[in-house]
Nanobody
Framework: QVQVVESGGGLVEPGESLKLSCAAA????????MGWYRQGVGKAREFVAQ???????LYGASVKGRFTISRDTARNSVDLQMTSLKPEDTAVYYC??????????WGQGTEVTVSS
């Protein structure tokens, strides 16, 4: 069984930074791709970022250049450093683990609110 746990959400003002963290545990997690999606109220789910087991990164168009994903392979964890936050970044952020051949495992989500 795979467990995925996010942390680090909160309330920040526009232009500020925030870091989200995600830790995964369980069989087959090591070396798997990990990433983030987000979903705002009344909005569709949106891809944010992913990092592969070898460190290759992908970003959604709306966050590219502002968000950075990184991983600690030994801990099976990833961080999402978010800078220059905008009100439209307000959402619940969900971390996932993508193991080959099986559906993704998801965390419960962590809420980010960007508001003055």
């Amino acid at each position: 069984q795979v467990q995925v746990v996010e942390s680090g959400g909160g309330l920040v003002e526009p232009g500020e930074s925030l870091k989200l963290s995600c830790a995964a545990a369980g069989r087959g997690v090591s070396g798997s791709a990990m990433g983030w999606y987000r979903q705002g109220v009344g909005k569709a789910r949106e891809f944010v970022a992913q990092i592969s087991g070898s460190g290759i990164t992908l970003y959604g168009a709306s966050v590219k250049g502002r968000f950075t994903i990184s991983r600690d392979t030994a801990r099976n964890s990833v961080d999402l450093q978010m800078t220059s936050l905008k009100p439209e970044d307000t959402a619940v952020y969900y971390c996932y683990v993508r193991r080959p051949g099986v559906p993704e495992n998801w965390g419960q989500g962590t809420e980010v609110t960007v508001s003055s």
